[in-house]
């Protein structure tokens, strides 16, 4: 049996909320899973990012892969660093509009 600890993608259309479990890697994305291990929000400020990394090491020590997901959420909780935000793009109508602001202010 292949464990995995992925992500199992809840909440509402276009509100991703994801919770972190330990499940075989023959189950469904959102499917049946073997234990809860965390839980990950990427839309609150800063975001949420709740990893027992206890549970995660034992599972890892018996064999579990974590996906690149959640080994990327787990360097994250172990830095104790807030994840890191992008950059919000301007759309061009924007970036004129504040262009045009910037002119007038001057």
């Known amino acids: 049996?292949?464990?995995?600890?992925?992500?199992?993608?809840?909440?509402?259309?276009?509100?991703?909320?994801?919770?972190?479990?330990?499940?075989?890697?023959?189950?469904?994305?959102?499917?049946?899973?073997?234990?809860?291990?965390?839980?990950?929000?990427?839309?609150?400020?800063p975001k949420t990012i709740d990893l027992d990394l206890e549970k995660i090491d034992e599972w890892i020590a018996k064999g579990a892969q974590p996906s690149n997901a959640v080994a990327h959420l787990i360097d994250i909780a172990r830095s104790d660093a807030p994840a890191p935000e992008k950059k919000q793009k301007l759309s061009k109508k924007a970036a004129a509009k504040a262009a045009a602001a910037a002119e007038n202010a001057e």
């Open 1 to 45: 049996m292949a464990v995995k600890i992925r992500l199992a993608r809840h909440g509402a259309k276009k509100r991703p909320y994801y919770r972190v479990v330990v499940a075989d890697g023959r189950m469904p994305r959102d499917g049946r899973y073997i234990e809860l291990v965390g839980r990950y929000n990427p839309l609150t400020s």
